[in-house]
């Protein structure tokens, strides 16, 4: 499996999945996943993020890396997506509605520590 990162974009098998890191520095997000997303691109991808948190930084490090703890928002529908998450030990661990103007449904976040 080719996997190639490019500053905070995680290319694998040409999928792009996108790591935003928060204002927390020992958080970040993996968007841009979805039904499709297989078991073996997140995983992929969570290799690359536990090999990242293994690595030392100091306070004040810009690098964008070292993150210990991940999560993923899921939408309304995204069952396979959940079940994914779920199998690969990310916990539910809030729902909240999705903003006005979208379809009505509740948005839910999985966390993992890494």
Not at 16 to 36: E, F, G, H, R
Not at 64 to 84: H, I, R, Y
Not at 95 to 107: A, I, N, Q
Request: glycine share 4%; aromatic share 8%.
């Amino acid at each position: 499996m080719l996997i190639y990162q490019d500053t905070q974009y995680k290319y694998l098998n040409n999928k792009k999945m996108k790591k935003t890191p928060t204002s927390c520095c020992a958080l970040c997000q993996i968007s841009n996943v979805d039904n499709n997303t297989t078991k073996e691109e997140l995983e992929a991808q969570l290799v690359i993020l536990k090999e990242e948190a293994s690595e030392t930084y100091i306070p004040g490090d810009n690098s964008k890396k070292g993150q210990t703890s991940v999560f993923v928002v899921t939408s309304p529908g995204e069952d396979k997506l959940e079940e994914l998450l779920q199998e690969l030990h990310f916990s539910p661990v809030h729902t909240f509605d999705r903003r006005k103007g979208y379809k009505p449904g509740e948005l839910t976040i999985f966390i993992k520590n890494l």
